[in-house]
C-alpha cells in the first residue's frame, strides 16, 4: 500500500514535471551555428542593429543589452560603433555600403570582430494578456576577411507580468552565450 502512493506520487510528478517542460519549450526557440573561441582580449564592436518592427530605438535597446551580455561573457574589449542616422545596419542587405563603412572603421580601430544584426519583434502582444515578445538575429564578422563566423536567431515570449526588457535580455543572453572568453 506504501509503495502504491509512492508510485502515484511519482508518477505525479513526472507528469508535472513533463507538462512544465513543454510549456516552457513553447515560449521561444534558438537557432546558431557553432561559435569561434574567442580570447579575453579580443575585440568586438557592435554596430548598429537593423530595426524591422514598428518599435522606436528596438535595435539600439538590443545593442545595449548585446554589449553588456558580451562583456558579462568574460570579453573585455567590447566597444559600441559610431551610429549612423542615415542608414537602417550592416545586416540589410540592401546597405552592404554601409556595412563596407562599418568594416572599414573596424579595420581603423583594430577590432577583430563585428557583431551586427537585426531585431524582428520587440513588442507586446496585443489582446487582454499583453504578453512581451521579442526576436532578434546576430552575426558576428570576421573583420580581416569579412567572413560572417557565427550567427544566431531567436524568439521569446514571456508572461502577462514579464516586462519586455526582461525577456529580451534573457533571450539576448541565450543567444550570446556561446560567445565567451577562452581563456
Known amino acids: 500500500m506504501n509503495n502504491m502512493k509512492r508510485w502515484r506520487g511519482l508518477v505525479k510528478w513526472s507528469a ?3 507538462a512544465s517542460a513543454l510549456v516552457l519549450g513553447a515560449c521561444g526557440s534558438i537557432r546558431q551555428t557553432g561559435s569561434p573561441a574567442l580570447g579575453v582580449k579580443d575585440s568586438v564592436a557592435i554596430v548598429s542593429m537593423a530595426n524591422f518592427t ?3 530605438a528596438a535595435g539600439s535597446s ?8 558580451l562583456r558579462a561573457n568574460g570579453l573585455t574589449d567590447v566597444r559600441i560603433a559610431p551610429v549612423d ?16 563603412k562599418k568594416l572599414a572603421w573596424a579595420r581603423e580601430q583594430h ?22 515578445v521579442a526576436g532578434v538575429t546576430f552575426e558576428l564578422i570576421d573583420v580581416a576577411s569579412g567572413q560572417v563566423v ?4 531567436g524568439s521569446k515570449s514571456g508572461w502577462t507580468r514579464s516586462s519586455l526588457a526582461s525577456v529580451a535580455s534573457s533571450l539576448i543572453g541565450s543567444l550570446l552565450s556561446p560567445l565567451r572568453s577562452r581563456g
Do not use: C, H
Open 16 to 18: 508535472v514535471v513533463a
Open 85 to 100: 542616422a542615415s542608414a537602417n545596419a550592416m545586416f540589410d542587405t540592401a546597405q552592404r555600403e554601409l556595412g563596407e
Open 54 to 56: 514598428e518599435t522606436p
Open 150 to 153: 557565427w550567427s544566431a536567431t
Open 111 to 132: 577590432v577583430k570582430y563585428v557583431l551586427t544584426g537585426a531585431v524582428e519583434e520587440w513588442r507586446y502582444k496585443v489582446g487582454v494578456d499583453g504578453e512581451p
Open 62 to 69: 538590443a545593442a545595449a543589452i548585446a554589449a553588456n551580455t
